[in-house]
């Protein structure tokens, strides 16, 4: 089966700038998380959906970020302005439902903010 | 809150035994993970076991688990310089899915 996509790999854009990222999880996957990895870290949740719904975004900076899931199927992760405490590694991963066997990681998009 | 804890560094002749060591806080934690991440990649999972289980053995890697102490081993057999990588332990909790992760241990496999 076809893994996780993400999109860009790749991002440097300036502070204040807004960016998205773009995640097309496993086909059947109900559920979707994005995940953020600053550099020595481990990845924190950002944001969970199940199907087109909202889990859980307790961890999501709101002001700033924003993320949809509209059909079901793709996200997309908005930062807009975007901060220098926001260069990361943005982690899509996704379950085939609420899953406690583990999930599925895209290979991230590295975002560097300037 | 959760809290997992987990040694930056550890260094391995190939051949060798490599065993890596996570400490976790949440007595809830009903399940437990390692995952793999090579250089630009994703999380690769390895193995998970349930916290009602002491070890897990999958091949090359075996799963140790202490619950009265909080603390979860991975142990890989025969280690192969594909085998370096950053090593995380996760935890999650029943009916929860959100994954608590370590800060990940760097595993360095000199031929």
Redesign the interface.
């Known amino acids: 089966e076809a893994g996780v996509a993400q999109s860009p790999r790749y991002k440097i854009i300036e502070k204040r700038q807004s960016v998205a990222f773009w995640c097309n999880p496993i086909s059947g996957h109900a559920t979707l998380y994005w995940y953020q990895q600053i550099l020595g870290q481990g990845p924190k949740l950002l944001i969970q959906f199940q199907n087109n719904g909202v889990v859980d975004d307790s961890q999501l900076p709101k002001d700033r970020f924003s993320a949809e899931r509209l059909k079901g199927v793709d996200s997309t992760l908005k930062i807009q302005p975007a901060k220098l405490e926001d260069s990361a590694v943005y982690l899509c991963a996704s379950s085939f439902r609420d899953s406690n066997y583990g999930y599925t990681f895209g290979s991230g998009t590295r975002l560097t903010v300037v | 809150g959760e809290d997992?804890e987990q040694s930056l560094f550890l260094s391995v002749r190939e051949g060798d035994s490599s065993v890596i060591n996570c400490t976790y806080t949440d007595s809830s934690s009903?399940?437990l993970?390692w995952?793999k991440q090579e250089p630009?990649?994703?999380?690769?999972?390895l193995t998970?076991i349930f916290s009602n289980m002491d070890m897990k053995q999958d091949q090359r890697l075996t799963v140790l688990l202490n619950k009265k102490d909080k603390h979860l081993s991975l142990r890989i057999a025969d280690t192969q310089t594909g085998d370096s990588a950053i090593y995380?332990c996760?935890e999650?909790q029943?009916g929860a899915?959100?994954?608590f992760?370590?800060?990940?241990t760097r595993l360095t496999v000199i031929p």
């Open positions: 997992v009903t399940y993970y995952y630009g990649a994703g999380l690769q999972l998970y995380f996760a999650s029943t899915n959100n994954l992760f370590g800060t990940g």
